[in-house]
């Protein structure tokens, strides 16, 4: 199966805005390889800050259905409210995505799965802001009570004020546990709203495809520099193009055992990216605990501290004799690195 990828700007500011980024996704794209399977358009932005621009509503709808015919090519939007889904059907738009803010509600997303039942539109169901895995799933479940075949998951990361480099924390492992749960609903990565800075999609959207996920949905602006939302985390067309050329695509086989095998291997090349990622941002800390000890003249070496480490490990691991072996060995040699650390900030 092709990979399903959803590309145009986190908001409907104007007709020409939409039809510009619709002609230079064409122009890239027209022998590309990498075919686009949505342009996506919020025409209806759910905000946390009353003041920032919140889409041009309703009247962008006929704009992306003229635009859907030219360019041929599917569009989405995102809904909030049983009456957007009736305001997209009678403007000919057959997939939707709910956002964050939105699934966090089950009297909405209820509202929402019956206003929907009955006809052929697409949903598209993004994580929750907070990392609460019944609520996605839950959301998940009452469209498919409701009779909706079409339906899709993204995965955008969660709100986390202890997130430091990203704008949403990715927490992959939720993302794992729903593609073992529901393995034949797509799951898209959103790297856009994870990272919030244009210079990390890029890694985002490769760690997601080495999971398996099935496509990714990436912000996309014909001038990003003059987006009225979002205007750090979005692409423009060129570099889309350029992006998604240099992504690994993972293939996708049908042959049972090397499709079983693809998926387990999937998952451990993006938990190996994991470890990768939060053994930096130890590291990190470390340089600022080291900081914080040369400041105050604290010891280097603290064992009841240490000590407390090596507990919460052994809280977790498997009960397995060669594997508490191994986290020894891993442990004595991440306190070996840690002290090295601190000694070079410290003199």
């Given at each position: 199966m092709d990979p399903i990828i959803i590309a145009g700007p986190c908001a409907a500011e104007s007709k020409e805005q939409l039809f510009s980024t619709a002609e230079q996704l064409g122009k890239q794209f027209l022998n590309s390889e990498i075919k686009l399977s949505y342009f996506r358009a919020g025409v209806w932005k759910a905000r946390s800050n009353p003041n920032a621009f919140k889409g041009v509503g309703e009247v962008a709808l006929p704009w992306l259905d003229e635009l859907s015919t030219i360019y041929k090519i599917p569009v989405c939007v995102e809904i909030a409210k049983p009456k957007h889904i009736e305001q997209c059907l009678k403007n000919n738009i057959r997939a939707v995505w709910i956002g964050s803010r939105t699934v966090v509600n089950p009297f909405v997303v209820q509202e929402l799965a019956e206003a929907a039942q009955g006809s052929d539109i697409t949903i598209m169901i993004k994580n929750p802001l907070i990392p609460d895995f019944k609520l996605w799933t839950g959301a998940i479940e009452r469209f498919l009570n409701s009779g909706v075949n079409n339906v899709m998951a993204i995965h955008r990361g969660f709100s986390d004020n202890n997130e430091k480099i990203y704008r949403n924390n990715p927490l992959w492992e939720l993302a794992i546990d729903f593609k073992v749960k529901y393995p034949e609903i797509p799951l898209i990565c959103?790297?856009?709203?994870?990272?919030?800075?244009?210079?990390?999609?890029?890694?985002?959207?490769?760690?997601?495809?080495?999971?398996?996920?099935?496509?990714?949905?990436?912000?996309?602006?014909?001038?990003?520099?003059?987006?009225?939302?979002?205007?750090?985390?979005?692409?423009?067309?060129?570099?889309l193009k350029s992006l998604l050329s240099s992504l690994v695509f993972k293939s996708q086989t049908t042959e049972p055992g090397e499709e079983e095998l693809r998926v387990k291997r999937n998952l451990i090349e993006g938990i190996d990216a994991q470890i990768a990622e939060l053994l930096a941002k130890r590291m990190s800390i470390v340089d600022e605990i080291a900081v914080i000890k040369r400041k105050y003249n604290l010891p280097l070496v603290q064992p009841q501290q240490w000590q407390k480490a090596i507990n919460s490990y052994h809280e977790v691991v498997l009960k397995d004799e060669n594997f508490l072996q191994f986290i020894e060995k891993f442990l004595e040699l991440l306190h070996q690195q840690s002290l090295e650390r601190q000694k070079k900030l410290m003199n």
């Open positions: 959103d790297p856009s709203h994870i990272a919030g800075k244009v210079r990390y999609i890029e890694k985002i959207a490769q760690i997601a495809l080495n999971y398996g996920f099935n496509g990714l949905m990436i912000e996309t602006h014909c001038c990003p520099a003059q987006a009225l939302s979002d205007a750090e985390q979005q692409i423009t067309p060129q570099r």
